[in-house]
């Protein structure tokens, strides 16, 4: 049985290939995201929707950063944080700040 991995990258399937110990193919697909706080829902609706267009079995990716002192913010949204300003508007965000906590979640 093949099992695909819905990203583009081949370097994250290659990683996670080797830490599973089984082979995985490249599945590039167009997945619909939807925005949410909750991580889960927002892989949940990404792997239903690939398994709709591959009809095979299939797993995606996906991460939320949640720093403390933001009150969990930005969440799954952390790309476009990434996309608009980086770690530099990150670090911003957090100026004043004594708590950087934070936790990423997969």
């Known amino acids: ?6 990203t583009g ?3 994250k399937v290659n990683e996670v290939s080797k830490i599973l110990g089984i082979p995985l193919e490249i599945a590039r697909l167009e997945l619909d995201e939807i925005q ?11 792997v239903e929707h690939a398994f709709e267009l591959l009809k095979k079995p299939v797993f ?5 950063v949640y720093f403390s002192a933001l009150n969990v913010f930005p969440c799954p ?3 476009f944080l990434q996309d608009a300003g ?5 670090l911003r965000m957090l100026n004043n700040e004594m708590n950087r906590e934070v936790l990423a979640r997969c």
Not at 1 to 6: G, L, P, Q, T
Not at 60 to 64: A, K, R
């Open 60 to 64: 995606i990716d996906d991460v939320g």
């Open 1 to 6: 049985m093949v099992i695909h991995f819905a």
């Open 9 to 11: 990258n081949e370097n």
């Open 36 to 46: 949410d706080v909750d991580i889960e829902k927002v892989a949940r609706r990404k």
């Open 86 to 90: 980086g770690n530099s508007l990150i």
């Open 77 to 79: 949204f952390a790309i």
